[in-house]
T-cell receptor, first 120, second 109 residues
Framework: GAVVSQHPSWVICKSGTSVKIECRSL??????MFWYRQFPKQSLMLMAT?????????EQGVEKDKFLINHASLTLSTLTVTSAHPEDSSFYIC????????????????FGPGTRLTVL | GIQVEQSPPDLILQEGANSTLRCNFS?????LQWFHQNPWGQLINLFY???GTKQNGRLSATTVATERYSLLYISSSQTTDSGVYFC???????????FGKGTRLSVIA
């Protein structure tokens, strides 16, 4: 299958600071990536759709000024949590669709390993 | 928007037992995927199966698109099968997936 990486895998920061999370497609290009958030023992909730070269599309209730998304290239999307607070502590996961090939199916999406954010 | 319901929410199995996990969805879809989330949070792709039947080792899946449900079969379960299994659906590869709440599976030796 296709490989999506995230960095960092975990981060602890103080309240009020900003944190940047990177999502990379390692062996394919992705014009569209997705950012999800997962709270403990809950399912994944979509935060935003990241489009290469254009503005991200945010889900209702997600503050675009707080969660800044930049998709500057076909292999990299970044999520910046600005002025983080303890309630932003969560598991952030990105995904991308890989092109169909020998080991991937058309429309199949692959997920990064996630970034665990803890805000003190 | 589309709704995804998974059942059962929790399942405890003895090692070696078989199980069936169900996913119901409220509208037609072009993308349906099953994932296993491991203890570190990584989502492992199990099946891409908007319709039909697929098998991979001890796992198999069937989606009946006309009746809007999918089933994941686990045979001869092992302790390493423990974790959360998610069903997720979408319209296309460039639209986000909508996840069910998952089935938390515990396989005990």
């Amino acid at each position: 299958g296709a490989v999506v990486s995230q960095h960092p895998s975990w981060v602890i920061c103080k309240s009020g600071t900003s944190v940047k999370i990177e999502c990379r497609s390692l062996d394919f290009q992705a014009t569209t990536m997705f950012w999800y958030r997962q709270f403990p023992k809950q399912s994944l909730m979509l935060m935003a759709t990241s489009n290469e070269g254009s503005k991200a599309t945010y889900e209702q209730g997600v503050e675009k000024d707080k969660f800044l998304i930049n998709h500057a290239s076909l292999t990299l999307s970044t999520l910046t949590v600005t002025s983080a607070h303890p309630e932003d502590s969560s598991f952030y996961i990105c995904s991308a669709r890989a092109p169909s090939g020998r080991r991937t199916s058309y429309n199949e999406q692959f997920f990064g390993p996630g970034t665990r954010l803890t805000v003190l | 928007g589309i709704q995804v319901e998974q059942s059962p929410p929790d399942l405890i199995l003895q090692e070696g037992a078989n199980s069936t996990l169900r996913c119901n969805f409220s509208d037609s879809v072009n993308n349906l995927q099953w994932f296993h989330q491991n203890p570190w949070g990584q989502l492992i792709n199990l099946f891409y199966i908007p319709s039909g039947t697929k098998q991979n080792g001890r796992l198999s899946a069937t989606t009946v698109a006309t009746e809007r449900y999918s089933l994941l079969y686990i045979s001869s379960s092992q302790t390493t099968d423990s974790g959360v299994y998610f069903c997720a659906v979408g319209d296309s590869g460039n639209t986000p997936l909508v996840f069910g709440k998952g089935t938390r599976l515990s396989v005990i030796a």
